[in-house]
């Protein structure tokens, strides 16, 4: 029915699911931090390719992310309008000169604007897929486990691995108290008119907001009862030792930090420009 | 009790927050008929969650909520949207020292200077923070994301302003007054 239409852990067995949760949140982290800074587009087409060819590793199929792609596409079209709509002479702004291709009084197309485009485009290919691969490939829990070992206290680590824990019993709520609903006649469909459907929305999220207000007080009871956060450090079930292969990999992602700095120096800033 | 840091009450409700906020934001936003721009639910009740818990709490179900969201639906995030939120959870947490909800009070003055508070949060967070953050982090022309911002702040703040004085309303109602048991 509904379900599934969330990004969640699917286990599988290729060398990106081996690798450690910790190897591979800081190659995202670092590796995005990247791309955000940089407007460099060579190195943008680099991480673009490598990034769809891990994808490609870690044999995850089209069907699986294809409704969040689909819903990205859109939304990166909209922008990418938006931008070009509010102001088409950024790109000679950045780039300080203007070849221009197409004369339309306000809305004239500059070679710059195109290529500033081209990098924002670039920008959103870099770091989907990387996200999607992690989601994918890793563990909710030793992904909490990796999220305390690089320096997040363990408590917010460990809410974090709950809040990835309760988003299908939530979901399954939502969707049993929808049902519930609306076999009382609660209309949420488009046929109904504003005022309706905010009611009707109302009448499923109050019941689920105050029956998940019971739980908290349910877990944290049980979790004192455990003696939850009476040390300053935990142990993870799920922890995993380093290997070879994740120092490799995390090596990888400095390196690719670096060469953002170099390129940095470079282009003196952080836009490469072609037009100079 | 008496505990260092982040109590045991707080871990959870920042997890299920967080669990409730992604589940919200992905079902249950509400289409206005003005394109992309939607009444989102998941705002009053972070609201409710700040307002219940303190600012810890809604900062942390603010960024972290939104971070997640983001991620799982679009497979990005923008990181001066994400703060924005934390930082219109905090504030909301922040004034909720001067609420008793917990006693079932919540009378027209405080339903007022609520609203007078998400409105100076929502400003804060939405027209000052995230459009400041688009153009620093992403470097977007300015017009453009000061725009959003301000149909952002509008949104939400008619948002809380029903809805989340409603949630409010409706928890306090849950709560038992102090001194309402009397002898017979």
Redesign the interface.
């Known amino acids: 029915m509904?379900d599934d239409?969330?990004?969640g852990y699917q286990p599988g067995n290729s060398f990106i699911h081996h690798l450690n949760a910790t190897t591979k949140l800081i190659f995202l982290i670092l590796v995005s931090i990247a791309c955000?800074v940089t407007?460099d587009t060579r190195f943008l087409a680099v991480i673009c390719l490598f990034s769809l060819i891990c994808l490609k590793i870690a044999g995850i199929k089209w069907k699986q992310v294809s409704f969040?792609?689909n819903?990205?596409i859109v939304?990166a079209i909209?922008n990418i309008i938006?931008?070009f709509i509010?102001?088409p002479t950024?790109g000679q702004d950045?780039y300080q000169t203007k070849h221009v291709l197409i004369s339309a009084g306000y809305f004239t197309v500059t070679q710059e604007e195109l290529f500033y485009l081209l990098n924002v485009i670039l920008k959103?290919i870099c770091?989907?897929p990387l996200?999607?691969l992690f989601?994918l490939t890793t563990n909710p829990s030793q992904f909490a486990s990796s999220l305390n070992k690089i320096g997040v206290?363990y408590?917010?680590a460990?809410?974090?691995?709950?809040?990835?824990?309760?988003?299908p019993?939530?979901?399954t709520d939502?969707w049993e108290i929808s049902a519930a609903q609306q076999a009382r006649g609660n209309e949420l469909s488009k046929k109904a008119h504003?005022v309706k459907?905010?009611k009707g929305?109302?009448n499923?999220?109050?019941p689920?907001?105050?029956s998940?207000?019971d739980?908290?007080?349910i877990?944290?009871t049980a979790?004192?009862l455990r003696r939850?956060?009476?040390k300053k450090k935990r142990t993870w079930y799920v922890y995993e030792p380093f290997q070879l292969k994740d120092y490799l990999v995390t090596a990888l992602a400095f390196i690719l930090v670096l060469v953002v700095v170099v390129l940095w120096h470079v282009n003196s800033g952080?836009f490469f420009n072609p037009f100079r | 009790?008496n505990?260092k840091?982040?109590?045991?009450?707080s871990?959870?409700?920042?997890?299920?927050?967080?669990?409730?906020y992604?589940?919200?934001a992905?079902?249950?936003s509400?289409p206005?008929?003005i394109p992309?721009t939607n009444?989102e639910?998941v705002y009053p009740?972070l609201a409710?969650l700040a307002t219940?818990y303190g600012p810890i709490v809604g900062f942390?179900v603010g960024f972290?909520?939104h971070a997640?969201s983001d991620?799982?639906?679009?497979?990005?995030t923008w990181?001066s949207w994400v703060l924005a939120t934390a930082i219109l959870g905090l504030i909301i947490g922040l004034y909720s020292r001067k609420l008793d909800l917990e006693h079932g009070v919540f009378t027209g003055k405080q339903m007022f200077f609520f609203n007078l508070i998400q409105l100076i949060a929502n400003l804060i967070s939405y027209v000052v923070i995230a459009p400041i953050g688009d153009i620093l982090?992403?470097?977007?022309?300015?017009?453009?994301v000061f725009?959003q911002g301000v149909t952002a702040t509008a949104t939400d703040f008619i948002a809380i302003l029903?809805?989340g004085t409603?949630?409010l309303k409706?928890?306090a109602a849950?709560k038992v007054k102090k001194g309402s048991l009397h002898k017979d």
């Open positions: 509904h239409k969330i990004l955000m407007y969040v792609v819903f990205i939304f909209i938006a931008v509010f102001q950024y950045l959103y770091s989907i996200v999607l989601l206290s408590k917010i460990y809410a974090v691995s709950l809040a990835l824990r309760y988003i019993t939530v979901q939502y504003l459907r905010i929305t109302l499923i999220v109050m689920l907001i105050f998940s207000l739980r908290i007080d877990i944290s979790m004192q939850f956060g009476s952080r | 009790m505990q840091g982040l109590s045991v009450k871990v959870v409700a920042i997890g299920i927050g967080t669990a409730i992604v589940i919200l992905r079902f249950t509400i206005t008929g992309n009444i639910i009740f409710l219940i942390s972290i909520g997640l991620f799982l639906m679009y497979g990005q990181w982090i992403y470097s977007e022309p300015a017009n453009k725009l029903i809805l409603i949630l409706a928890y849950t």
